[in-house]
């Protein structure tokens, strides 16, 4: 069965969870689990535990069993009510595992990460329940069936590769590879390598089953949106799909996902710099000015014409102006 936020503290149904545990010993009672919310949480902790990580069919080389079994038994509004009222520490490779199973459960973290790290300002629960239920439903991308689009978010302030539990058991996508000073494009293994992230969080856009392209971004304390990076694929068909204006179209997704956010948009010259630093020594590209201001022009090109070009703002290092 799968346990709703109705079971939270509801003794019957604790009772019934605990027919499915081999070892009852570990468990406080079904009327002192009860009592409170923390100890009602608590109870619910074990459970999941007992459901998943410490099943005999627990196998660490393959958890897609204990992946099923949590998105198959624990509703994800349940699990992040288990969570808010676990006042002491949640075990972390169990939190992988709902990661795995329910990728917008990251997301809401994520954004809360974003406006306490890189805009130090806390995010309140009403904004914060906004982005995990924007991240929760992700409507049709474009109106067009051919596309879908993914939750993604990475570790590191700097960025870096996708979270692989956002995007769990997804094809990966064409990367390039320097053999013998030559660029060879080769298949990723996974989709978490097909793209380096730019800024915390973002979306990912398939089209027919591949990786067509992806938005990063930031969010502050209120909300706002901050892109950093509007990036395709090589040999992507989806951007020719949807015409020269592709990135003003994966950008305004993301508007109207969240329309109560403000959304800025990255200074070109701030994002050709980070290309291009990122390449190593002796690399073809490192010194190739006809790229870099193509870069610049690209991201500076965008919106042109619509907005206000002189509403400069910074966030962190980084120069934006407001497009939406």
């Given at each position: 069965m799968c346990f709703g936020v109705n079971a939270f503290r509801n003794p019957d149904i604790m009772t019934i969870a605990l027919e499915?545990?081999?070892?009852?010993?570990?468990?406080?009672?079904?009327?002192?689990?009860?009592?409170?919310?923390?100890?009602?949480?608590?109870?619910?902790?074990?459970?999941?535990?007992?459901?998943?990580?410490?099943?005999?069919?627990f196998d660490e080389d393959d958890l897609s069993h204990v992946v099923q079994t949590m998105q198959e038994c624990f509703s994800l509004e349940f699990i992040i009510k288990i969570i808010d009222n676990e006042a002491l520490y949640i075990d972390d490779q169990l939190l992988d595992i709902i990661g795995l199973a329910h990728s917008s459960f990251l997301m809401r973290d994520m954004a809360k990460n974003s406006a306490r790290w890189l805009f130090e300002q806390e995010m309140d629960v009403d904004t914060n329940r906004r982005f995990f239920n924007a991240f929760s439903s992700l409507p049709q991308p474009f109106n067009d069936k051919r596309f879908d689009v993914y939750p993604v978010a990475t570790h590191t302030t700097s960025g870096g590769h996708a979270f692989p539990e956002t995007i769990y058991g997804l094809t990966g996508g064409l990367v390039e590879h320097l053999v013998d000073g030559v660029q060879v494009l080769q298949r990723a293994e996974s989709v978490n390598e097909s793209f380096t992230m730019d800024a915390l969080m973002g979306l990912i856009f398939y089209f027919k089953n591949k990786p067509s392209f992806l938005v990063s971004f930031n969010v502050d304390g209120v909300g706002d949106i901050y892109v950093k990076q509007v990036q395709c694929q090589h040999k992507d068909r989806g951007n020719f799909k949807l015409g020269k204006q592709w990135r003003e179209k994966a950008v305004e997704y993301v508007s109207y996902v969240f329309p109560q956010s403000q959304v800025f948009l990255v200074d070109g010259a701030m994002v050709s710099e980070r290309i291009f630093s990122g390449y190593p020594k002796g690399h073809p590209r490192k010194t190739d000015l006809a790229i870099r201001k193509r870069v610049k022009q690209v991201y500076d090109g965008m919106f042109a014409g619509t907005v206000d070009m002189m509403n400069v703002v910074m966030a962190g290092e980084h120069q934006y102006r407001q497009i939406m």
């Amino acid at each position: 069965m799968c346990f709703g936020v109705n079971a939270f503290r509801n003794p019957d149904i604790m009772t019934i969870a605990l027919e499915y545990v081999v070892d009852e010993s570990f468990f406080a009672p079904v009327e002192v689990a009860c009592e409170s919310d923390n100890s009602a949480a608590m109870f619910w902790e074990q459970i999941m535990l007992a459901y998943t990580l410490e099943h005999e069919s627990f196998d660490e080389d393959d958890l897609s069993h204990v992946v099923q079994t949590m998105q198959e038994c624990f509703s994800l509004e349940f699990i992040i009510k288990i969570i808010d009222n676990e006042a002491l520490y949640i075990d972390d490779q169990l939190l992988d595992i709902i990661g795995l199973a329910h990728s917008s459960f990251l997301m809401r973290d994520m954004a809360k990460n974003s406006a306490r790290w890189l805009f130090e300002q806390e995010m309140d629960v009403d904004t914060n329940r906004r982005f995990f239920n924007a991240f929760s439903s992700l409507p049709q991308p474009f109106n067009d069936k051919r596309f879908d689009v993914y939750p993604v978010a990475t570790h590191t302030t700097s960025g870096g590769h996708a979270f692989p539990e956002t995007i769990y058991g997804l094809t990966g996508g064409l990367v390039e590879h320097l053999v013998d000073g030559v660029q060879v494009l080769q298949r990723a293994e996974s989709v978490n390598e097909s793209f380096t992230m730019d800024a915390l969080m973002g979306l990912i856009f398939y089209f027919k089953n591949k990786p067509s392209f992806l938005v990063s971004f930031n969010v502050d304390g209120v909300g706002d949106i901050y892109v950093k990076q509007v990036q395709c694929q090589h040999k992507d068909r989806g951007n020719f799909k949807l015409g020269k204006q592709w990135r003003e179209k994966a950008v305004e997704y993301v508007s109207y996902v969240f329309p109560q956010s403000q959304v800025f948009l990255v200074d070109g010259a701030m994002v050709s710099e980070r290309i291009f630093s990122g390449y190593p020594k002796g690399h073809p590209r490192k010194t190739d000015l006809a790229i870099r201001k193509r870069v610049k022009q690209v991201y500076d090109g965008m919106f042109a014409g619509t907005v206000d070009m002189m509403n400069v703002v910074m966030a962190g290092e980084h120069q934006y102006r407001q497009i939406m």
